[in-house]
Structures are given as C-alpha cells and as structure tokens.
C-alpha cells in the first residue's frame, strides 16, 4: 500500500539518494546533481517553502520512499497577480512505477495547486514513459514544447 505525505527534513536522504538516480536519468553533459550541501539546501527550501510530496510504501512496520514531487510557488515573471506552482520534479523509484504511487503524487500536487495557485505547470521528460493523456485528463493542455542545448 502507497501513500502521499509532506515531505520533512528527515527524508532529505533518500531524496538525495533519488536525486541522484534522476540526474543520471536525465543524460546529460553537465549533472543536475551538484553535490550534497547545494542539494540539501534547494531541498531543505523546497519543503519549508514551497510544494514537496513523497510517496511512501508501507511494508508491515516498515515505511520505504520511493518517489516525490516538488514544485516552486511564485507570482509568474510577467503577471505578478498570477500565482503560479511550476513543477521542479517528479520521480518515482523504476521499480515502483506503473504501481499507482506516481498517479497519486500527481494527484496531490494538482490539488495543492488548485487550494494555492492560479497556473499548475509540468512538465515531462523526454525518456520518462508517461502518457500525456494522464495530464490532459486531469485538465492540463499542451502550451509549451521544452528544449535542451548543451553548449559546454
């Protein structure tokens, strides 16, 4: 069984730790993942000031992480009446995935956006096996196609 929580500061570890997978995930020249302090300090705002949800797996007594959410809330850059929630990440362990624990994330942070936010953006990485469908399902249209030039 899955369930969707804050995040807390104890849980930075293992956010760290998928931090990490993700960055590799993302294939590219220059890691997203610089290195723990920095890591931990953008986390540490995240969860404090911001939108960060983690789902956790319950194993009799046991309780296992295995993917977040986060995104940043902020008046938009041209409207500062229009507050907007932009998703930072959203991860789910491989092997957790198609388990309903990355819907449920989805899910959560959707609902927070509507109780705090004016705009919900998201996005999807290129590899990550997710059908669009899910986003528009739930309200989303496509407005904005995201590239990647990578000049060092």
């Given at each position: ?68 959410i986060a995104g940043y809330m902020f008046p938009h850059i041209y409207n500062p009446d229009i ?70």
């Amino acid at each position: 069984m899955y369930s969707i929580r804050e995040a807390m500061l104890g849980d930075i570890p293992d956010i760290l730790n998928e931090l990490r997978a993700f960055s590799d995930f993302y294939k590219t020249k220059m890691p997203m993942f610089r290195d723990v302090d920095h890591s931990t300090k953008v986390i540490t705002d995240m969860i404090n000031d911001h939108s960060f949800y983690v789902a956790v797996k319950h194993h009799e007594e046991i309780f296992e992480t295995v993917g977040f959410i986060a995104g940043y809330m902020f008046p938009h850059i041209y409207n500062p009446d229009i507050k907007t929630l932009v998703e930072s990440f959203w991860w789910v362990r491989p092997e957790h995935r198609r388990s309903g624990a990355g819907l449920m994330l989805l899910d959560t942070y959707i609902e927070f956006g509507k109780k705090n936010a004016d705009w919900v953006i998201m996005t999807i990485e290129d590899e990550m096996p997710i059908d669009p469908k899910l986003l528009i399902d739930r309200g989303f249209r496509l407005k904005e196609t995201n590239y990647i030039m990578e000049v060092h």
